[in-house]
């Protein structure tokens, strides 16, 4: 049916599809088609300036034979010292901590042997900061990400966001947390540094070998991956000494597919204050 623009239905939808598939965006030479990786911008000054390297390493996860895993290995080159806080017995990517209002760069280094690229699962960034798969790099390649910290208060994901490989690329080790702090949750005065205990909840299967294994079949391709083995910071047997008092725990979920249902063994009810959106609110819109 013709419209009285004189444009019909059909052509008004193949002309807004080509207008959406044409980013603004540079692409790379030898007429591949694929978009540059993005470089750092001269106008932009970051409060805090990383290094983030994909790449290939092996750690002791059970006894014996080391495991062999894909990790991010980060490197501060400008911000507060504690943006960073590697886990050096795991293969976890180093814990992330900004600042709401910080300016953040972060240049990607991929030193796989495969295509990666990292998304920032919870952030509010733009469209190129946000590691979408077609902003996939090759191995020896870098991307720079910038972008100015908007998010509440919360405990956010970070990992790869690979078209057709984020699954394995996750399970086989690239993945960490990131928090976010402003100055509602500095606020509330709730526990912090030993008292503030992050826990990445993983589930994971390995060989004879001690190698990760990621079995395939029709019930992992249509539900996912489970593993027989839950890590968590990357552990399999994590324990942690507590005091007799009130401890924040930052819990994330890093499995491909589990679902957990978490409690004390002795059925002391936990409290819950929030979710990697932020906390929860009461009805007059006060944190709770």
Not at 87 to 96: E, F, V
């Amino acid at each position: 049916m013709q419209k009285k623009f004189g444009l019909s239905r059909r052509g008004f939808l193949m002309s807004a599809g080509a207008a959406i598939a044409a980013p603004t965006m540079a692409f790379s030479g030898g007429g591949s088609g694929r978009p540059a990786p993005r470089v750092a911008s001269a106008s932009f000054n970051p409060d805090v300036d990383l290094e983030l390297v994909c790449r290939r390493d092996q750690v002791p996860i059970l006894p014996g034979r080391p495991t062999q895993v894909w990790r991010y290995a980060g490197n501060l080159l400008k911000g507060p010292a504690n943006t960073l806080a590697s886990s050096p017995d795991s293969y976890l990517g180093p814990l992330m901590r900004f600042v709401k209002g910080q300016k953040v760069r972060i240049r990607l280094r991929n030193d796989l042997p495969e295509q990666t690229i990292t998304h920032w699962h919870g952030l509010h960034v733009p469209m190129d900061a946000d590691g979408h798969p077609t902003a996939a790099i090759e191995p020896g390649e870098t991307y720079v990400y910038e972008f100015e910290l908007r998010n509440r208060a919360g405990f956010n994901f970070y990992h790869p966001h690979t078209h057709e490989a984020t699954a394995t690329q996750v399970y086989h080790g690239l993945a960490g947390g990131l928090i976010v702090e402003d100055e509602e949750e500095r606020a509330l005065g709730l526990p912090s540094g030993e008292y503030e205990i992050p826990l990445v909840l993983q589930d994971r299967s390995f060989d004879d070998a001690n190698q990760l294994a990621y079995w395939g079949g029709m019930h992992r391709d249509m539900f996912g991956f489970y593993g027989d083995r839950v890590l968590v910071n990357g552990r399999p047997d994590f324990k942690l000494d507590v005091a007799s008092r009130a401890y924040r725990f930052r819990i994330l979920n890093g499995s491909n597919a589990r679902i957990y249902k978490l409690q004390w063994d002795d059925g002391t009810p936990l409290t819950v204050i929030g979710v990697d959106g932020g906390f929860w609110r009461s009805l007059n819109g006060a944190p709770m």
